[in-house]
């Protein structure tokens, strides 16, 4: 089951977070265990639909409450998204790669607003994978009793 979610930002962009559901024979391709497997997996996506400017910070409060709502009205669910380079992105510290950045700040504000909502249930686990001498970036969002399946799923898909 695919979801999506719009967000119209005053300035005129328009972003959907689009929720794409991980089939089981997908997962069990890496495992067959019980606890990985009565889990739901979503492959988050942030597509830009229309504007072209900076993102604001109540669009990434939009989205960050898009997911926590999600997350608390589905409590087998784990969020899975991937940090690419795509599009350059507009940061501060030049040192840091698009990845990189997209990474901490979509860290910073999600643990935010877990903090906020006084909800320490949930965990962003972070999963950096090296391949041909880039650093990239994954991150689950799940039920902090999910964490280790989560990380047994997170391993697994390391070694492959």
Do not use: W
């Not at 898009?66 to 784990?78: D, G, S």
């Not at 899975?80 to 030049?94: G, I, K, Q």
């Amino acid at each position: 089951m695919d979801i999506s979610f719009d967000i119209q930002s005053t300035k005129g962009d328009h972003l959907r977070v689009a929720l794409s559901y991980y089939d089981k024979e997908s997962l069990q391709t890496f495992t067959e265990d019980p606890l990985v497997l009565t889990l739901v997996f979503y492959d988050v996506t942030l597509v830009r639909m229309s504007g072209n400017g900076i993102v604001g910070i109540k669009a990434l409060k939009a989205v960050c409450d898009i997911l926590y709502r999600f997350m608390k009205e589905n409590e087998t669910a784990v969020l899975c998204f991937y940090c690419d380079d795509l599009t350059d992105v507009a940061r501060r510290h030049s040192d840091l790669t698009p990845q990189e950045y997209r990474s901490q700040l979509f860290s910073r504000m999600f643990d935010m607003h877990i903090r906020s909502n006084k909800n320490e249930n949930l965990v962003n686990y972070q999963v950096k994978l090296n391949s041909g001498g880039d650093t990239r970036f994954a991150h689950f969002i799940t039920a902090e009793k999910h964490l280790p399946a989560v990380k047994l799923l997170a391993g697994l898909i390391m070694e492959k």
